[in-house]
């Protein structure tokens, strides 16, 4: 049974960084493409970011140039890099694999 569990948000000031991590157990890590999803209150969920297992990434508009997701196959994890942070970023930010979500973190950018 794979699970993915992400760790890392908080309250965090605009202008900020933050760095979220997604641990996965029960899966064959390094096949899937893997990616961070958010969503704020009263919005649907959005793909933030994703990565292939062979490395390409691919990121929403809204955060090109500001987030940068990476993996590391060995040790079944991701993580997104969160600079520059906007109060729009606000939002539970959740790890996907393969139709499996993870039980999301908390981001909060405000002064």
């Known amino acids: 049974q794979v699970q993915l569990g992400e760790s890392g948000g908080g309250l965090v000031q605009p202008g900020g960084s933050v760095r979220l991590s997604c641990a996965a157990s029960?899966?064959?890590?390094?096949?899937?493409?893997m990616g961070w999803y958010r969503q704020a209150p009263g919005k649907a969920r959005e793909l933030v970011a994703t990565m292939t297992s062979g490395g390409s990434r691919n990121y929403a508009d809204s955060v090109k140039g500001r987030f940068t997701i990476s993996r590391d196959n060995a040790k079944n994890t991701m993580s997104l890099q969160m600079n520059s942070l906007k109060p729009e970023d606000t939002a539970v930010y959740y790890c996907?694999?393969?139709?499996?979500w993870g039980q999301g973190t908390q981001v909060t950018v405000s002064s």
């Open positions: 029960g899966t064959i890590f390094s096949i899937y493409t």
């Open positions: 996907y694999e393969d139709g499996v």
